[in-house]
C-alpha cells in the first residue's frame, strides 16, 4: 500500500524527450502492416480483375462460332436452293424424255432409237440399244407396230443437286397388223435422271 501512495504522489510518467523531427507531445502511431494496407484493384494479383487474356479468348471463341453457324446456315440453303433446282429440272427433262423414249414406229426406228440415245447416259444407255435392237425392232418390223406414249402425270420421288427420281404415269397407244382398233396401255414407271454436261439425262427406268 505504502509503495501505491508513493506512485500516486509522483503523478503520471513522464514521456522520453522528442527526437529530431518530431512535434512534442504527439503521439506514436504504429506503421501499418502488410496485410493491414489498402489493395489497389487496378494492380495485379488483385480480388475481383479477370486477366484480359481470358476475356480475348472468349471473344475469339464467339466469334468463331458465329462464323460457323453462318457457314453452316449458308451452305445449308445452298443446298435447299440445289435440290429445288434440280427437282424442277429434272421433273421438266423427264416428261420431254418419256415420249422419245416410249415411243416407236415401225417404219423408222433406227431414226426412234438414235433420238432415245441422244437423251441416256450411263448403262442404261447400252442397255436401252440392246433390249431395242434384239426385242422391239423385229417384232415391230414383224407386226408393223407403232406406240405413242404421252405422260399423263408426273411426280418428283426424290431430288437432290446432281440426281433425281420422278414417278411417270404413261398413257401408250398401240396399233399394230394384230389389234382391230388402237389399244391404249397405262404404264407407270420409275425413272432416274443424272445431271450432266449435256443437262438432266435418263440413267435408268423401272417399269412399276
Given amino acids: 500500500?505504502?509503495?501505491?501512495?508513493?506512485?500516486?504522489?509522483?503523478?503520471?510518467?513522464k514521456s522520453a524527450a522528442p527526437g529530431p523531427g518530431e512535434q512534442p507531445g504527439r503521439p506514436i502511431q504504429d506503421e501499418p502492416t502488410s496485410a493491414q494496407q489498402p489493395v489497389d484493384p487496378r494492380a495485379g494479383g488483385g480480388p475481383g480483375r479477370r486477366p484480359a487474356g481470358a476475356f480475348v479468348v472468349l471473344l475469339t471463341a464467339a466469334v468463331v462460332l458465329a462464323g460457323g453457324l453462318v457457314g453452316f446456315l449458308a451452305y445449308d440453303l445452298l443446298q435447299q436452293r440445289a435440290a429445288e433446282e434440280a427437282?424442277?429440272?429434272?421433273?421438266?427433262?423427264?416428261?420431254?424424255?418419256?415420249?422419245?423414249l416410249l415411243s416407236y414406229d415401225?417404219?423408222?426406228?433406227?431414226?426412234?432409237?438414235?433420238?432415245?440415245?441422244?437423251?441416256l447416259?450411263?448403262?442404261?444407255?447400252?442397255?436401252?440399244?440392246?433390249?431395242?435392237?434384239?426385242?422391239?425392232?423385229?417384232t415391230a418390223t414383224q407386226y408393223r407396230a407403232v406406240v405413242?406414249?404421252?405422260?399423263?402425270a408426273a411426280g418428283v420421288i426424290r431430288a437432290e443437286p446432281d440426281e433425281a427420281q420422278v414417278l411417270m404415269f404413261?398413257?401408250?397407244?398401240?396399233?399394230?397388223s394384230q389389234l382391230k382398233a388402237p389399244r391404249l396401255d397405262l404404264s407407270r414407271v420409275r425413272m432416274t435422271?443424272?445431271?450432266?454436261?449435256?443437262?438432266?439425262?435418263?440413267?435408268n427406268i423401272e417399269a412399276l
Fill in 1 to 13: 500500500m505504502a509503495g501505491l501512495r508513493q506512485a500516486a504522489k509522483r503523478g503520471p510518467r
Fill in 87 to 100: 427437282r424442277e429440272k429434272a421433273l421438266a427433262a423427264a416428261e420431254m424424255h418419256t415420249p422419245v
Fill in 106 to 119: 415401225y417404219r423408222h426406228l433406227d431414226q426412234d432409237l438414235a433420238k432415245a440415245q441422244a437423251v
Fill in 121 to 138: 447416259t450411263g448403262d442404261f444407255k447400252e442397255k436401252y440399244a440392246e433390249t431395242f435392237t434384239k426385242v422391239v425392232k423385229p
Fill in 148 to 152: 405413242v406414249g404421252n405422260v399423263a
Fill in 170 to 176: 404413261v398413257n401408250q397407244q398401240a396399233t399394230n
Fill in 193 to 203: 435422271l443424272k445431271k450432266t454436261g449435256a443437262g438432266w439425262l435418263v440413267s
